[in-house]
């Protein structure tokens, strides 16, 4: 079955960098872009960005440009997301999500990681 | 970016009342719409895809409709376990956008 497994929870200070992980199992993982969602404390989701796990290709969202960066490890089946600069605002649980695709559609979430707590605090 | 607006933010139903959420899309988006479901403490679940495409396993109780700009989620008869809250989203074109939420209660 689908697993995406993700690392632990970070408490970071503000200015610093965090560098989170999600490993994918029970698929192809070069068959299937993964995206990053995140989801501050009792608010909704925002996305951050995707790679193509075959190709490395990324893309991000225009909040995030120069400060996220997403890469994948195909050996570990790994992608990892490192996000710096951080302020009190990037305090949130951090999704990864794989893709599938619609002909008629396009790509789509169909399966989510449990989710990284990510507090920034002083 | 997309705006996605569902309405309305939080309702309250009785299991067996027929539950309808709307999303709205500040443009077009053809049939690229996702809705999710996700629970306290939970990741989001696909429910539905390109717009009334039931995901495998996901009850026949709940149905999307819509293309365009203007999308609903149904349950026919929401069961103790589907109070929860909902999100559709925008895969038509980057940046992803979501909706805010619809948190659906026991009445």
Redesign the interface.
Known sequence: QVQLVQSGAEVKKPGASVKVSCKASGYTFSDYYI?WVRQAPGL????IGLINPSSGHT?Y???FQGRVTLARDTSTRTVYMELNSLTSGDTAVY?CART?Y?L????????????ILVTVSS | AIRMTQSPSSLSASTGDRVAITCRASQAI???L?W?QQKPG?????LI???S?L?TGVPLRFSGSGSGTDFTLTISRPQSEDFATY?C?Q??T????????TKVEVK
């Open positions: 995206h909704g989701l925002e996305w893309t969202a225009q909040n999704y599938n619609d008629l559609t396009g790509y789509f979430i169909d399966y989510w990681g449990h989710g | 053809s049939s690229s996702a999710y939970q990741a989001p679940k696909l895809y390109s717009a495409t995901q999100y989203q895969y038509y980057y940046p992803w956008t979501f909706g805010q939420g």
